[in-house]
C-alpha cells in the first residue's frame, strides 16, 4: 500500500503573528464600532423592514388555531419516526430510501459524506425535514394579507437558510475534515478573512468577498472590445465599437443597460461579449455607459435619464453616422427606460426608433416577483429617508437585496468557503461585475420606485409624465422583440410577458433558459440552456409556453434574424471618431471604471 503523504508541520511563529494580526484588527474593529456608538448615542432597534410585525401577525394566526397546530406537528413528528427508523436500517447495513431529499440544484450537500456517512445522512435529513414543516407551517396560515405572507415566507426561507448543519464547523463534514488535517489553520485563515470583509465594509456591514478582486480590470480582460467614447454629458458616456466587417447595417444599435450595474456585463470577454458579437453580424454597435452617481447627483430625476441618456445617444449617433434612424435595445431597467422613451417619442411624433429589443425587462410592475418583499410603503419611506441624508442609494445595498434572492448560491456558498473552509474565492468575472457596485440618485430612484413597483403606473396611458409629455404606451407602433429567462428572480417572465402586452406593436416574445444574467449573456458558441418561440402573442404566459416550440442552444440567432429584417441594407464599415462626434478616449471610458471604496464614500 502506498504511503499517504503527511502534511508539513504547523509553523508555530507564522501562526503566533496570525494571531496577534488578528487580535490587532479585531482590536481596531471593535474600537472603531464602539466610537461610532458613542458618538451616535445609544443605538435604536427599530422594524424598518417591517419583519416583526409580519412575524407577530404570522403567530397570533397560527395559534389561533391550535387543532391545525397540532396537526402540523404530528406530521413533523411522524417524517422524524420515519428518519429514525430508516436511519436503524441504514446502520445496519440495509437499503432503506431516504425520507427526504435536497432540491434539485441544492450544491449544499454535494460532498460524498453527506450521502454515504450514517451521521452525516442523518443530520442533512434532519435538518430538511425541519425546514420543510417549518416553510409550510407559516405558509399554511389563513387570514394573512398578501404582503404580509410574502415577507414571512421570504424571511422564513432566510432563517432555514442560514441555520443549514453546512454552514457550522462541526456538522459540515468537509469543514470538519478540513479542520483536523490542518490543525485549524483554515478557522485561522477563515477568521483572516472574515476581518477583511469586515474592514472593507468599514466596520458597519459585512461584504463578502466573491472573487478574486485582482485577477480583473476593466479595459484590461473585461470590457475589452475595441471602440471610442464619441459623446459624454453628466449621466452617462457613448461608446462608439469598431467595425468588425468591412461592411454595416445602414442602421445603428443603441444599447441601454440599467443603471443599477455596469454596462459590461454585456462586453465581459471575447467569447461572452453580446456587443462583440452584435458588432461581428454587421451592426455598428454604440452603448451607453452611465455615471456612478455621488450626492450631487441627489436631484437628478427620471426625466433626467430619459433626456440625457437616450434621447442624447440618438442625437449623438446621429452626428456620428449621419443615420437619423436606428434599433435600440434595453437591459433590465434599461429596458424600462427604453419603454417609457418610445412612449415619450410617440407623444412626440418622433420616429428615429424603428424597433426596439428588450432583455429581461420589467414594465408592467403588478407581479415583480420575490423583490415585492422589499417594497412597500414603509420600507420605500425608510429608504426615502436615508437617501434624502446622503443623496444617493449605496450600491452595496442593492446588491445584497438582490443576493439574498438566492442566499445559498450568493451569501452562504461564500460563508463556508472564506469563513470555515479558509480559503480565497475563485476568480469568476460574472462576480466580479456583481460586485462592482452602482450608486442611484435619490429623486430618480424614488420616482421609479414609487411609480414602477408602488403604483405600476408606466403602463396606464398617462399614467405618468416625463418632461411635461404623459406616457402611453398604445400609442407606440414599432415592430418589437422581448428576450426574457424562465427562471428570472428580478424580471419574472411572466411579468415581462404582460408588459409585452401593453404596445400597439407587432411583437415578438422569446423565452430563454436559465436566469438573469447567464440567461441573457448566453452566445451560441455555448451552446447551452435552449430557447422556446410561439409566433402568437396569446392572452396567458402559461398558454404561451404550452404552446410553444423548444429550440436548442442560444436564442441570439433568433434575434439576429429578426433584428436583421429592421436594420436596412448595407453600407462601407464606421469608424469611430471619424465622423462629426470625434473620439474622447478609448473605450471602455471612465465612468465604468469608477468602483466605490466604502472607506473613502461613506457620508
Not at 246 to 252: C, K, L, S
Request: glycine fraction near 8%; hydrophobic fraction near 40%.
Amino acid at each position: 500500500m502506498a504511503e499517504q503523504p503527511t502534511k508539513p508541520a504547523l509553523d508555530p511563529t507564522q501562526l503566533a503573528q496570525t494571531y496577534a494580526e488578528i487580535a490587532q484588527r479585531s482590536s481596531q474593529l471593535m474600537g472603531d464600532f464602539i466610537a461610532r456608538q458613542s458618538a451616535g448615542g445609544k443605538p435604536a432597534f427599530g422594524d424598518e423592514l417591517g419583519i416583526a410585525k409580519a412575524f407577530y401577525e404570522m403567530t397570533a394566526k397560527l395559534l389561533a388555531d391550535p387543532a391545525k397546530f397540532a396537526e402540523m406537528q404530528m406530521k413533523l413528528w411522524q417524517d422524524y419516526m420515519s428518519l429514525w427508523q430508516n436511519s436503524m436500517l441504514q446502520f445496519f447495513g440495509q437499503h432503506a430510501q431516504p425520507v427526504i431529499e435536497p432540491a434539485k440544484g441544492d450544491r449544499r450537500f454535494k460532498h460524498d459524506d453527506w450521502q454515504n456517512n450514517f451521521l452525516y445522512d442523518y443530520i442533512k435529513q434532519s435538518y430538511l425535514i425541519a425546514a420543510k414543516h417549518m416553510h409550510q407551517t407559516v405558509g399554511g396560515v389563513q387570514g394573512l394579507d398578501d404582503q404580509t405572507a410574502k415577507k414571512v415566507d421570504f424571511y422564513t426561507r432566510q432563517y432555514i437558510d442560514a441555520l443549514s448543519p453546512s454552514n457550522f464547523v462541526l456538522t459540515n463534514p468537509e469543514v470538519l475534515r478540513e479542520t483536523v488535517a490542518s490543525g485549524g489553520q483554515n478557522l485561522v485563515k477563515g477568521l483572516n478573512n472574515l476581518l477583511e470583509d469586515l474592514e472593507s465594509g468599514d466596520g458597519k456591514q459585512l461584504r463578502v468577498k466573491m472573487t478574486d478582486r485582482d485577477a480583473f480590470q476593466v479595459g484590461g480582460n473585461l470590457a475589452v472590445t475595441p471602440g471610442k467614447v464619441v459623446y459624454q454629458n453628466e449621466l452617462m458616456q457613448l461608446i462608439q465599437y469598431a467595425p468588425l466587417t468591412t461592411e454595416v447595417y445602414r442602421r445603428p444599435l443603441l444599447i441601454l443597460p440599467p443603471w443599477i450595474n455596469k454596462y459590461y456585463i454585456l462586453d465581459m470577454r471575447e467569447k461572452n461579449s453580446l456587443v462583440r458579437w452584435a458588432t461581428e453580424q454587421g451592426h455598428t454597435v454604440f452603448i451607453v455607459s452611465w455615471v456612478n452617481p455621488d450626492a450631487t447627483y441627489a436631484q437628478k430625476t427620471f426625466d433626467d435619464y430619459l433626456i440625457n441618456g437616450p434621447l442624447a445617444a440618438l442625437d449623438a449617433i446621429e452626428k456620428a453616422t449621419g443615420e437619423r434612424e436606428v434599433n435600440a435595445i434595453g437591459f433590465c431597467l434599461g429596458g424600462t427606460l427604453l419603454a417609457a422613451a418610445l412612449g415619450y417619442m410617440a407623444a412626440k411624433k418622433d420616429d428615429r426608433i424603428t424597433s426596439a429589443t428588450f432583455f429581461a425587462s420589467m414594465i408592467d410592475f403588478a407581479d415583480p416577483g420575490e423583490l415585492e418583499v422589499f417594497i412597500d410603503e414603509q420600507q420605500v419611506a425608510n429608504l426615502e429617508k436615508k437617501m434624502l441624508e446622503r443623496g444617493y442609494l449605496e450600491g452595496s445595498e442593492m446588491a445584497t437585496t438582490f443576493n439574498m434572492l438566492r442566499a445559498n448560491d450568493l451569501i452562504w456558498s461564500f460563508v463556508v468557503n472564506n469563513y470555515l473552509l479558509g480559503k480565497d474565492p475563485f476568480p469568476f468575472d460574472l462576480l466580479y461585475w456583481n460586485s462592482d457596485s452602482t450608486r442611484m440618485p435619490a429623486a430618480m430612484h424614488s420616482f421609479y420606485l414609487r411609480n414602477m413597483y408602488i403604483r405600476n403606473l408606466l403602463r396606464k396611458p398617462g399614467g405618468i409624465t416625463l418632461n411635461n409629455v404623459p406616457i402611453d404606451l398604445t400609442k407606440v407602433k414599432v415592430p418589437l422583440y422581448f428576450a426574457s429567462t424562465i427562471e428570472d428572480h428580478i424580471a419574472p417572465w411572466k411579468s415581462t410577458y404582460a408588459g409585452a402586452k401593453l404596445f400597439s406593436s407587432k411583437v415578438r416574445f422569446v423565452l430563454g433558459g436559465s436566469g438573469h444574467i447567464a440567461g441573457i449573456v448566453n452566445p451560441p458558441a455555448a451552446n447551452k440552456y435552449g430557447y422556446w418561440t410561439n409566433e402568437k402573442l396569446v392572452a396567458t404566459p402559461q398558454a404561451w409556453l404550452d404552446a410553444a416550440k423548444q429550440h436548442g442552444g442560444s436564442w441570439w440567432t433568433d434575434w439576429a434574424q429578426w433584428a436583421e429584417g429592421h436594420a436596412g441594407e448595407k453600407v462601407p464599415a464606421r469608424v469611430p471618431g471619424k465622423g462629426k462626434l470625434k473620439a474622447l478616449e478609448d473605450a471602455p471610458g471612465s465612468y465604468v471604471k469608477l468602483r466605490l471604496d466604502p472607506k473613502k464614500t461613506a457620508p
